[in-house]
C-alpha cells in the first residue's frame, strides 16, 4: 500500500500561486510516477502535471509555462508550483502514484485539496 497526503490548497486571488505538496509513505520504492489531477464541479478528473521515477515530466496543455512539477526524493514528496492562476482552475487536487505490483500498475490517490481562484 501507499499512502499520500496532500497539503498546500487554499483561496488565492486570480494571477496568484499556490504550491501543493503530496508526501508519500508505505510500499513507496516500486511508484513509477507521481502526479496531480484535478476535478472541478461537474467535470471529470483530469490530469495536471505527473513526474516519473525517471524524472521525466509531462503537462496538460493549459498549465504548461504556468506549473512545474518537482519531487524531493529525500522526503518521499512531490510538489507542483502553481502560478498565474485562473479562476477557471478552481477544483479539488488530488495526488496520485502508480505502483507496478504484482504484474499490473495500481493507482493510488490522495484525499484531495481544495485551491479556490477568485476572480
Known amino acids: 500500500q501507499v499512502q499520500l497526503v496532500e497539503s498546500g490548497g487554499g483561496l488565492v486571488q486570480a494571477g496568484g500561486s499556490l504550491r501543493l505538496s503530496c508526501a508519500a509513505s508505505g510500499n513507496i520504492f516500486s511508484i513509477n510516477a507521481m502526479g496531480w489531477y484535478r476535478q472541478a464541479p461537474g467535470k471529470q478528473r483530469e490530469l495536471v502535471a505527473l513526474?516519473?521515477?525517471?524524472?521525466?515530466?509531462k503537462y496538460a496543455d493549459s498549465v504548461k509555462g504556468r506549473f512545474t512539477i518537482s519531487r524531493d526524493d529525500a522526503k518521499n514528496t512531490v510538489y507542483l508550483q502553481m502560478n498565474s492562476l485562473k479562476p477557471e482552475e478552481t477544483a479539488v487536487y488530488y495526488c496520485n502514484a502508480v505502483r507496478f505490483y504484482s504484474g499490473s500498475y495500481v493507482n493510488y490517490w490522495g484525499q484531495g485539496t481544495q485551491v479556490t481562484v477568485s476572480s
Open positions: 513526474i516519473t521515477s525517471g524524472a521525466d515530466t
